[in-house]
T-cell receptor, first 110, second 115 residues
């Protein structure tokens, strides 16, 4: 049973458009919510992360929105570029452990 | 700076064979873990270690063993390979130390096929 549910499974966006990926969790013990980006043949790499005491965090074109009461969080990729084409994983952590969502494959069309 | 190094990158095993996937990190991280990645399943935790001599089971530990004799190394052993263990395996490390908000660094992965 997956502790973090992620949607959509895949999405296609035009260059310059906005990509939105959503995640939901049940375990209120989670206190750390990172997003990882993975390119084909590579390991995942941390993209951006948020703690539950803030509702939004922005780093460049990437923004996490966090809704603690709804136990949901999302990743927005603004002005999407072909180089953003990758698989994105949301995760939720407590102590040492991370639980990952199933992943979203984002394709940015030029 | 090598980070997390996994070997081999690719491996084909026959059902019933055993093998060890190697993982080494040079960042002096306390916490190391093994995940498997399957299509539509994300990354699932197999085993983890919070320091040398300490290991514990994750979400999908059956069929795998680990040990942590040094801070740097965390090998994953497949005892008797089965086709269900065909997957991409990732090793990760982080500073840990009781904090969840520390970045996990992943290796490049080992693609294992069991025939």
């Amino acid at each position: 049973q997956q502790q973090v549910k992620q949607s959509p499974q895949s999405l296609i966006v035009q260059k310059g458009g906005i990509s939105i990926i959503n995640c939901a969790y049940e375990n209120t013990a989670f206190d750390y919510f990172p997003w990882y980006q993975q390119f084909p043949g590579k390991g995942p790499a941390l993209l951006i992360a948020i703690r539950p005491d803030v509702s939004e965090k922005k780093e460049g074109r990437f923004t996490i929105s966090f809704n603690k009461s709804a136990k949901q969080f999302s990743l927005h990729i603004m002005d999407s570029q072909p180089g953003d084409s990758a698989t994105y994983f949301c995760a939720a952590g407590n102590d040492y452990k991370l639980s990952f969502g199933a992943g979203t494959t984002v394709t940015v069309r030029a | 700076n090598a980070g997390v190094t996994q070997t081999p990158k690719f491996q084909v095993l026959k059902t019933g064979q055993s093998m060890t996937l190697q993982c080494a990190q040079d960042m002096n991280h306390e916490y190391m873990s093994w995940y498997r990645q399957d299509p539509g399943m994300g990354l699932r935790l197999i085993h983890y270690s919070v320091g040398a001599g300490i290991t514990d089971q994750g979400e999908v530990p059956n069929g795998y063993n680990v040990s942590r004799s040094t801070t740097e190394d965390f090998p994953l052993r497949l005892l008797s390979a089965a086709p269900s263990q065909t997957s991409v395996y990732f090793c990760a490390s982080s500073r840990g130390a009781g904090r969840s908000d520390t970045e996990a660094f992943f290796g490049q992965g080992t693609r294992l096929t069991v025939v």
